[in-house]
């Protein structure tokens, strides 16, 4: 079974240790509010004995999360030039990254949740990185419309420029190099000349009040075994690629 997961991009900015512990717990309180699903967290960290459940209210992120990014093998930019040492005030030149789920047991119904962000000197065409992995037991309770909603909270959240709906067996039939967008299952784009290019007779689409477009590609899973999706999923690369709409600048 392909294992649909979705993956957006947002404008990244240079954030502290702090700023970054800010905004991603602003994230998941969001989360929470949106639903259930994400009363209880488990912080991940980047060592195996790192993870730990988080309080219901969050309450102790920061000194958790901060402790689960600490590495000792960066030299960290701070107001002291001299110290390189891990603090609130730190600014990395790989950004921070950390990943939080619904239970620590993947055989379970569990959604993880990856937030990267605040990457020291960022460029213009540096991305922030919000992902959502489902585990097998979820798989096949993923429907379009609350999948859509789930994008639309997510638009709301971090205002991508661009987010998609998509298994590793389709990406592979439909990504070409050199491309930052990949068209999935459901895709969103900010730009806001996407919408008018889209074809009405091969997608669906939902224009947002932002000009961004919503569109997928069937009602149900656009598996890499259906040529029909995968036909359309590269027209609509082709169309939008011709007119420079799937990078980021």
Not at 46 to 73: I, M, W
Request: with cysteine; proline share 2%.
């Amino acid at each position: 079974m392909e294992d649909f997961k979705i993956l957006s991009r947002f404008p990244n900015k240079e954030m502290t240790t702090k700023e970054y512990l800010m905004f991603s717990k602003n994230i998941l309180l969001q989360l929470k509010s949106f639903s259930s699903d994400f009363n209880t967290l488990y912080a991940w960290g980047s060592a195996p004995n790192h993870g730990t459940y988080l309080k219901e209210d969050l309450s102790d992120f920061e000194s958790v999360v901060f402790n689960q990014l600490r590495n000792d093998e960066i030299a960290y930019s701070n107001p002291d030039k001299t110290n390189k040492q891990f603090t609130l005030d730190s600014k990395c030149f790989i950004g921070y990254s950390n990943s939080y789920s619904t239970n620590k047991d993947y055989k379970q119904n569990q959604i993880t949740i990856t937030i990267g962000a605040g990457k020291e000197d960022v460029s213009n065409n540096d991305m922030g990185i919000l992902n959502f992995e489902f585990s097998k037991k979820l798989q096949s309770n993923l429907s379009l419309s609350n999948l859509i909603k789930l994008l639309e909270f997510i638009i709301k959240i971090v205002d991508p420029y661009y987010l998609t709906i998509i298994s590793n067996e389709l990406r592979r039939k439909v990504k070409v190099e050199g491309q930052d967008c990949w068209i999935g299952w459901i895709t969103y784009i900010s730009n806001k000349e996407v919408a008018a290019m889209l074809p009405s007779d091969i997608v669906n689409k939902r224009v947002l009040s932002n000009g961004g477009v919503i569109f997928w590609l069937s009602e149900d899973k656009a598996l890499s075994t259906d040529e029909k999706a995968v036909q359309k999923a590269i027209k609509i690369r082709n169309i939008l690629a011709k007119n420079s709409l799937l990078n980021y600048s």
